[in-house]
Structure formats: structure tokens, C-alpha cells
């Protein structure tokens, strides 16, 4: 397999328009402590960057991309829901928002705890806390925020899409299938509360009008789009995820 070193860069300056897209990944969401474990492939693995995290391989690697990208969406509705435009929004916007927000708060803490369960002591194989810093974003301004939120929901569905072929025990992709219709509830409300009374709940943006089916891409897009986001400024490698 190749190896990719994938750095999430520090913050730069940016506008909206230059905003890369990015997926969620929340699909391998785990309920039992039992059901997770470490590849033994990452025994023989040098990191070539040993001062900065790497996400590893096999279920925990993905687990870990996982994690990374749970904690930016629950990091960025947390700051939604306790900026300005909060207090101007509809009662719609708030309540759609808020449900937002606490299912991307469950989603982060589950691969907390999941992760925490299975590498027990090992505790330099789970991704630590990351930081963020949304540079310019206006956490006031209604077309901003909701602007970020449809480009993190509609790609979330895809990151299932993506990651899905990298998962080994089947009940991650169980799990992973109810998850995936959760986000896709998600880009659909966010699509409807910018556009309402359109079709753009399910544009062909998103879903290809001649197979039915949603994106898919892999880690290494993913990871590259929100390294130029400039939101995460804790750097970690992704060297053993396609």
C-alpha cells in the first residue's frame, strides 16, 4: 500500500468560496467495548513523522479518521449554537441546529469511549483532543453557517461511501448504515432550511440522477480537503489509509 503523509496544516486566511469539501465520517460508531481492536500490522509500522499522531490502519485507523472528523462537526455546532446568529435564527433553524448538534456530540463522545475501551492502555493509539480555529467564518452571519454546515453534511454521507470497503467486522457496517441515514436526514434539513420548497433536499449535486447513488471518496481526499480548511490545527499523519 502506499503510504500518504497527511498533515492538517495550521490556519490560514480564507473566504467561504474557497472552502474545500470535507466528509464526516461517523459511521463505525461502536456500542460495546469488545468489538474493537487494534491491527497487528501496526507492530511493523514506522511512522516517518514519530512527533505527530498517526491515525494507524486496519478498524482503528478508520476509527481514529473517524473520530477526527466527529470532533471538528460536533467542535463547529457547538460554536453555531452559541454564536450571534443564534439569537436571530427561526424557531425551525434552532430546532434543526440544536438536533444537530447533540447527535454530533453523541456521535464524538461514542468514539471516545469506543476507542478508550479498546486500546485500554495503550493510549498513544487513540487521536488525542484536536483544536480548531475557523479563521474568518462568521458564526453570525446566516449564509456563512449554514453554508459550512451543508458542505459538512453532504459530504458526511459520502465519507460512509468512502470508508465503508475499509472496515473488516461487520458490525461497524451494521452501524454504519444506520448512522449514514442519520446524516443524510442531516444534509437534507440543512438543503431545505437554505433553499425550502426545492429539490435540492437531494440535488444531483450529490446523488447522480442516473444510478441514484451518493459520492464516495476516501480518506486521503478527505483528509487533504480539510488540511486546506485550515479549521484543525493539531497536525496528524493518516500513512496507512488510502
Same mark, same amino acid.
Given at each position: 500500500?502506499?503510504?500518504r503523509?497527511?498533515?492538517?496544516?495550521?490556519?490560514?486566511?480564507?473566504?467561504?468560496?474557497?472552502?474545500?469539501?470535507?466528509?464526516?465520517?461517523?459511521?463505525?460508531?461502536?456500542?460495546?467495548?469488545?468489538?474493537?481492536?487494534?491491527?497487528?500490522?501496526?507492530?511493523?509500522?514506522?511512522?516517518?513523522?514519530?512527533?505527530? +499522531?498517526?491515525?494507524?490502519?486496519?478498524?482503528?485507523?478508520?476509527?481514529?479518521?473517524?473520530?477526527?472528523?466527529?470532533?471538528?462537526?460536533a467542535?463547529?455546532?457547538?460554536?453555531?449554537?452559541?454564536?450571534?446568529?443564534w439569537a436571530?435564527?427561526?424557531?425551525?433553524?434552532?430546532?434543526?441546529?440544536?438536533?444537530l448538534?447533540?447527535?454530533?456530540?453523541?456521535?464524538?463522545?461514542? +468514539?471516545?469511549?469506543?476507542?478508550?475501551?479498546?486500546?485500554?492502555?495503550?493510549?498513544?493509539?487513540?487521536?488525542?483532543?484536536?483544536?480548531?480555529?475557523?479563521?474568518?467564518?462568521?458564526?453570525?452571519?446566516?449564509?456563512?453557517?449554514?453554508?459550512?454546515?451543508?458542505?459538512?453534511?453532504?459530504?458526511?454521507?459520502?465519507?460512509?461511501?468512502?470508508a465503508?470497503?475499509?472496515?473488516?467486522?461487520?458490525?461497524?457496517?451494521?452501524?454504519?448504515?444506520?448512522?449514514?441515514?442519520v446524516?443524510?436526514?442531516?444534509?437534507?434539513?440543512?438543503?431545505t432550511?437554505?433553499?425550502?420548497?426545492?429539490?435540492?433536499?437531494?440535488?444531483?449535486?450529490?446523488?447522480?440522477?442516473?444510478?441514484?447513488?451518493?459520492?464516495?471518496?476516501d480518506?486521503?481526499?478527505?483528509?487533504?480537503?480539510?488540511?486546506?480548511?485550515?479549521?484543525?490545527?493539531?497536525?496528524?499523519?493518516?500513512?496507512?489509509?488510502?
Amino acid at each position: 500500500m502506499k503510504k500518504r503523509v497527511l498533515k492538517v496544516h495550521q490556519p490560514k486566511q480564507r473566504t467561504s468560496s474557497k472552502r474545500r469539501q470535507f466528509i464526516k465520517l461517523s459511521g463505525m460508531a461502536v456500542l460495546g467495548s469488545g468489538l474493537l481492536m487494534a491491527c497487528s500490522d501496526d507492530d511493523d509500522f514506522i511512522n516517518p513523522t514519530p512527533n505527530v +499522531f498517526d491515525l494507524g490502519s486496519g478498524d482503528l485507523g478508520v476509527l481514529n479518521y473517524a473520530y477526527a472528523l466527529e470532533q471538528l462537526e460536533a467542535d463547529f455546532y457547538e460554536k453555531v449554537v452559541n454564536g450571534s446568529y443564534w439569537a436571530s435564527a427561526s424557531s425551525i433553524e434552532k430546532q434543526v441546529l440544536q438536533d444537530l448538534y447533540y447527535h454530533e456530540v453523541n456521535h464524538r463522545d461514542l +468514539f471516545d469511549t469506543a476507542i478508550s475501551a479498546a486500546v485500554g492502555s495503550n493510549t498513544n493509539l487513540k487521536l488525542p483532543t484536536l483544536e480548531f480555529d475557523y479563521g474568518s467564518l462568521d458564526f453570525g452571519s446566516r449564509d456563512q453557517v449554514l453554508g459550512t454546515a451543508k458542505v459538512l453534511e453532504d459530504t458526511g454521507v459520502s465519507a460512509y461511501n468512502g470508508a465503508g470497503r475499509l472496515i473488516t467486522d461487520p458490525n461497524y457496517l451494521v452501524l454504519a448504515g444506520k448512522i449514514v441515514s442519520v446524516e443524510a436526514r442531516h444534509a437534507s434539513a440543512i438543503r431545505t432550511l437554505i433553499n425550502p420548497g426545492s429539490a435540492d433536499f437531494a440535488g444531483d449535486d450529490v446523488v447522480d440522477p442516473v444510478t441514484g447513488l451518493d459520492r464516495a471518496q476516501d480518506p486521503s481526499e478527505i483528509l487533504s480537503a480539510v488540511g486546506d480548511t485550515g479549521f484543525i490545527t493539531t497536525p496528524f499523519t493518516a500513512n496507512s489509509l488510502p
